[in-house]
């Protein structure tokens, strides 16, 4: 008989963590998820774009079978989206085909959760994580558990993370509201001295918006946060409805997931997108392939680093790809407003759409 009380423990049940559950769980392993909140996935964190998995297959050309990783009911998308606009500060935009989902975020989280659940996990909510030592969870009201391997998918403030890791990522403040009106069709991603080393976005529902923006405090002039998104959000008709605000890991994953038997997944490992992002279905292509190697160590002992090795040959190409984007988007989007403008015109569409999607700017770079 095991003398642990599960086999694997997941701190944090969103994307990351449900997926993890999910895809271990499928195969016997006995899975609990401790989250701190209740119900999951809210209060609303999030600007709620994915792209569709057709959109997905584009993106990400070496993740297999995303079928069977994204199956989002109509009940959790607000609207179908197949156009994005990028927008320099002079507010004329630059036109793409884009097929994404503006999600309903809560609906989204609360399903991953049920999909987990189905396939064997169990969930613990209301109940924070205050550390993790050896192979024991502490909780804040005092219980403690054990497991035999320990998954942080608590965000970038996770306690493994925080503890036993000292790589640091550039983190991004993020505010936003949901807004009641109508906004057209098109999602919007704007570029410039409005969201200073960041961006801000529009992203329209089914009715209202997803409106809001992320800045790197070092650029920004002596200027909160709360200033450059009222200014933002201002420039938009109609009643907010909801304020929201969080932050975002903007420098791509880190070195290593796994030491010993824990192992980081989501926003804890930095998996978003710098150079758009994007982070769910980022933190869900990490799970399912954290999940399945946590249920191949149970079954033969497979080590648990084989997680790293296969992430890198589904995301490394479009991961690296992407930090570099930030960094040049970094430096260009210091430049003067007007430059931006001079800057955002048809001979660069192509490059500028390439270093969204994460893609090679160029040949060489
Ligand atoms: C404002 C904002 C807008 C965004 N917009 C988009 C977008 O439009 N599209 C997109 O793809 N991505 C977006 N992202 C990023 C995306 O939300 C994340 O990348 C994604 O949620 C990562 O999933 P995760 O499971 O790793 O972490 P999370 O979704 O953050 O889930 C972490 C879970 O862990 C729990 N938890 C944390 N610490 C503990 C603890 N100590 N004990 C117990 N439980 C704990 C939390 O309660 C939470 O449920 C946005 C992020 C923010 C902040």
Same mark, same amino acid.
């Given at each position: 008989m095991s003398s642990y009380d599960r086999d694997v423990i997941v701190i944090g049940g969103g994307p990351a963590g449900s997926t993890v559950a999910r895809y271990a769980a499928a195969n016997g392993a006995d899975v609990l998820v401790i989250d701190g909140r209740d119900p999951i996935g809210t209060p609303l964190q999030c600007g709620e774009l994915v792209p569709t998995n057709d959109e997905m297959r584009r993106l990400c050309p070496d993740v297999p079978d995303m079928d069977d990783l994204f199956q989002?009911?109509?009940?959790?998308?607000?609207? +179908?989206?197949?156009?994005?606009? !990028?927008?320099?500060?002079?507010?004329?935009?630059?036109? %793409?085909? #884009?097929?994404?989902?503006? &999600?309903?975020?809560?609906? +989204?989280?609360?399903?991953?959760?049920?999909?987990?659940?189905?396939?064997?996990?169990?969930?613990?909510?209301?109940?924070? =994580?205050? $550390? /993790?030592?050896?192979?024991? =969870?502490?909780?804040?009201?005092?219980?403690? &558990?054990?497991?035999?391997?320990?998954?942080?998918?608590?965000? +970038?403030?996770?306690?493994?993370?925080?503890?036993?890791?000292?790589?640091?990522?550039?983190?991004?403040?993020?505010? #936003? /509201? !949901?807004?009641?009106?109508? %906004?057209?069709?098109a999602v919007e991603l704007h570029f410039g001295s409005m969201a200073?080393?960041?961006?801000?976005?529009?992203?329209?529902?089914?009715?209202?918006?997803?409106?809001?923006?992320?800045?790197?405090?070092? #650029?920004? $002039?002596?200027k909160t946060l709360n200033q450059y998104t009222d200014e933002f959000t201002s420039k938009y008709d109609g009643e907010v409805t909801f304020n929201g605000a969080g932050s975002l890991p903007m420098s791509g994953t880190i070195k290593k997931f796994v030491r010993g038997n824990y192992m980081l997944v989501g926003?804890?490992?930095?998996?978003? &997108?710098?150079?758009?992002?994007?982070?769910?279905? @980022?933190?869900?292509?990490?799970?399912? @392939?954290?999940? $399945? /190697?946590?249920?191949? +160590?149970?079954?033969?002992?497979?080590? &648990?680093?084989?997680?790293?090795?296969?992430?890198?040959?589904?995301?490394?190409? =479009?991961?690296?790809?992407?930090?570099?984007?930030?960094?040049?988007?970094?430096?260009?989007?210091?430049?003067?407003d007007w430059l931006l403008n001079l800057m955002f015109n048809r001979l660069t569409k192509g490059i500028i759409w390439r270093a969204v999607t994460c893609r090679r700017m160029f040949w060489v770079i």
């Open positions: 989002t009911p109509p009940s959790a998308i607000s609207r +179908h989206s197949d156009k994005m606009h !990028l927008v320099p500060p002079s507010g004329k935009p630059l036109k %793409f085909d #884009f097929d994404g989902y503006v &999600l309903n975020r809560v609906a +989204h989280d609360e399903f991953l959760v049920e999909v987990a659940k189905k396939s064997g996990a169990s969930y613990m909510v209301d109940s924070r =994580v205050e $550390k /993790v030592e050896n192979d024991t =969870v502490y909780l804040k009201n005092g219980e403690t &558990l054990t497991a035999r391997i320990i998954v942080d998918a608590g965000g +970038h403030n996770g306690p493994i993370r925080r503890d036993y890791w000292n790589e640091k990522s550039v983190k991004i403040p993020v505010k #936003f /509201v !949901l807004m009641e009106g109508d %906004f057209g069709e200073p080393g960041g961006y801000a976005w529009m992203f329209p529902k089914q009715s209202g918006a997803n409106i809001g923006l992320g800045i790197q405090r070092s #650029f920004a $002039k002596g926003d804890s490992a930095g998996m978003v &997108l710098p150079s758009n992002g994007a982070g769910i279905t @980022i933190a869900m292509i990490g799970g399912r @392939i954290a999940g $399945k /190697v946590i249920s191949q +160590h149970l079954q033969d002992g497979t080590p &648990l680093e084989n997680y790293e090795k296969i992430w890198k040959e589904q995301m490394g190409k =479009v991961m690296r790809n992407s930090k570099r984007s930030f960094k040049v988007g970094s430096l260009l989007f210091r430049l003067p």
